[in-house]
């Protein structure tokens, strides 16, 4: 059974970081690109990075490029996003994501296979 579980969400003042954290189960990590979304209000999910199998070359939104890094740990089947410099804009839902390649990265929502739940992000003072 697969399974994808966000923890770390919460609220955040803003300038200030968050750590998100995804644990992964149910399937081989290594054979899968793992991503992060976000939908806030009344918007549609959009995408905030990716990481291949190895993780290098992560790719970024461009609204979060130089604030937000993506990692994983194949040994314990987890990816991370460490968010900094936090703004209001940047509250949503945010959602973990696995797509069933080991290289090739994917903004697009209907590229990946698996989702988990979400963790709700507020930035708000």
């Known amino acids: 059974q697969v399974q994808l579980v966000e923890s770390g969400g919460g609220l955040v003042q803003p300038g200030g970081p968050l750590r998100l954290s995804c644990a992964a189960s149910?399937?081989?990590?290594?054979?899968?690109?793992m991503g992060w979304f976000r939908q806030a209000p009344g918007k549609e999910r959009e995408f905030v990075a990716t990481?291949?199998?190895?993780?290098?070359?992560?790719l970024y939104a461009d609204s979060v490029k130089g604030r937000f890094t993506i990692s994983r740990d194949n040994a314990l089947s987890t990816v991370s996003l460490q968010m900094s410099s936090l703004k209001p804009d940047d509250t949503a839902v945010y959602y973990c994501?696995?797509?069933?390649?080991?290289?090739?990265?994917?903004?697009?929502?209907?590229?990946?296979?698996?989702w988990g739940q979400g963790t709700q992000v507020t930035v708000s003072s």
């Open positions: 149910g399937f081989t990590f290594t054979n899968f690109v």
């Open positions: 990481i291949n199998w190895r993780g290098s070359n992560p």
């Open positions: 994501a696995a797509r069933s390649s080991r290289l090739t990265l994917s903004p697009d929502t209907t590229d990946y296979d698996y």
